[in-house]
């Protein structure tokens, strides 16, 4: 086969399981079922060809001898007695015979003859000379009258309502491969379910292990490693913590020991670095607890309430920012886990920004959009995803102003993939940066 050819085949075969079990599937038994219709056909129809042959030889043969004892005056109104469904017997001759005949029809005629007896003539004739549409058959009586045998209808070998039988076969093929394949791939739409969800639910509740032994297999390979998972993410958190705590102590002293520092400019950088430090701690355990801190506690949460008391917060505290959105919308969520991502957000746009607004969509009924937007420099596009990446900055200065320690984004994704949302940041037509989160009502 062509590498075109192989190209051709790979792009028509389907790139599903489900599809690719379900065609072949379905074609083994679209072969089998032929193969067995075509057998019943050799094995009943063939014999019922001759079975049919024989026996209108005979009822013909009863029929021009029954026609040959009356009287000549009588036979017209043996006529209708002598009719069948398929075929009637005209007192008449004429019509055109036709040629060549089949090798199959001459020895049709010719046991035909042979049931008449001798002194008959049989021929096939066409009873429309002009269009040779109508078949039918001259028999010659012994006096030499002739009978014209008329078919009615086409003699039929099947039924008429095979093919529609056939079909309807055909419809429960299709439908139970559909059931079966559904049903031998359910298991793994279960797992894909719970690989997917894994990343944000390291506790989620373990696969059922039932099922074929392959799929109890995987099922259980799958629960040992969401337990080993688990594990080491509970571990990485202990271990982060007691850094954490065993930073704290340092640090505090380093920062009493700089008060006693007799330049000021030198103390200051020093308290500077150390606040640095304490924040890089406390934001990088954040970061490592960030979705087992949320848990199963979630709640309907005012949304109006959670930010306008964020926003009151932060104008107490002297920081320009505006707020707009309707009253009255709720969502189940974790108002901490979410109250923190609004406050890095709010923070990322009061840092590098200003004209900072937080506003609230819920116009439409299965999703709500919290925006985050201000009118600062924004972020080159190629970063806009990178940005999400922890200790990952834009700016590659480390000045107090504007460095950060890059964590802030990192840690706000993290808890939006926890409670099922997403957020995507943008820049804004004149200038600024939208960050803008979604949530499923």
């Known amino acids: 086969m062509s590498a075109h050819l192989r190209r051709m085949a790979a792009r028509l075969w389907p790139d599903s399981l489900f599809r690719r079990l379900a065609i072949i599937l379905f074609a083994g038994l679209l072969a089998a079922h032929l193969l067995s219709f075509g057998l019943v056909a050799l ?5 019922s060809v001759e079975q049919s042959d024989d026996y209108f030889m005979r009822s013909v043969a ?3 001898a029954i026609l040959e004892r009356v009287k ?4 017209r109104e043996w006529l209708d007695r002598l009719a069948k469904p398929a075929y009637r017997h005209v007192l008449k001759g004429g019509g055109e015979a036709y040629a060549p005949l089949r090798p199959q029809g001459k020895v049709f005629l010719a046991a035909l003859k042979a049931e008449l007896g001798a002194g008959h003539d049989v021929d096939y004739v066409y009873l429309d000379p002009l269009d040779r549409s109508k078949r039918g058959m001259l028999i010659h009586l012994k006096d030499g009258s002739p009978v014209t045998i008329e078919y009615r209808v086409p003699r039929r070998v099947s039924s008429p309502w095979l093919p529609a039988a056939l079909a309807v076969q055909l419809c429960f093929l299709a439908f139970f491969t559909w059931v079966a394949v559904k049903l031998a791939t359910r298991p793994l739409a279960r797992l894909e379910r719970a690989a997917n969800s894994l990343g944000s ?6 696969l059922p292990e039932d099922g074929p032994k392959e799929v109890a297999r995987a099922a259980t390979a799958f629960n040992a490693m969401q337990r080993r998972i688990a594990e080491q993410a509970v571990e990485r958190i202990q271990i982060l913590a007691g850094i954490s705590r065993r930073l704290q102590t340092p640090i505090t002293r380093m920062r009493l020991r700089a008060d006693f520092l ?13 606040q640095e430090m304490q924040t890089l701690v406390k934001q990088g355990l954040a970061l490592a607890r ?3 801190e949320i848990g199963k506690q979630q709640c309907q949460t005012d949304l109006h309430a959670l930010i306008d008391s964020l926003v009151c917060d932060y104008s107490d505290a002297g920081e320009s920012l505006r707020f707009s959105g309707e009253r009255g919308v709720t969502i189940l969520t974790h108002p901490q886990a979410l109250r923190r991502i609004m406050i890095n957000l709010i923070d990322n746009g009061l840092k590098f920004g ?7 969509d819920a116009q439409r009924s299965s999703r709500i959009t919290i925006t985050v937007s201000d009118r600062g420099p924004g972020i080159p596009d190629e970063h806009l995803k990178s940005v999400f990446l922890p200790f990952y900055r834009v700016e590659a200065s480390r000045n107090r102003e504007t460095g950060g320690t890059g964590l802030g984004l990192a840690i706000a994704q993290q808890l939006v993939n926890a409670l099922r949302g997403t957020l995507t940041l943008a820049n804004r037509d004149g200038g600024g940066l939208e960050a803008r989160l979604e949530f499923s009502r």
Do not use: Y
């Open 43 to 47: 094995n009943v129809f063939g014999p």
């Open 262 to 274: 007799g330049d000021n400019d030198a103390r200051e950088k020093l308290q500077g670095d150390l």
């Open 290 to 292: 960030g979705r087992d």
């Open 201 to 206: 639910d390291l506790r989620g509740a373990p």
């Open 354 to 360: 200003e004209d900072v607004e937080v506003a609230v």
């Open 62 to 64: 009863t029929e021009v």
């Open 72 to 75: 000549p005056e009588e036979r």
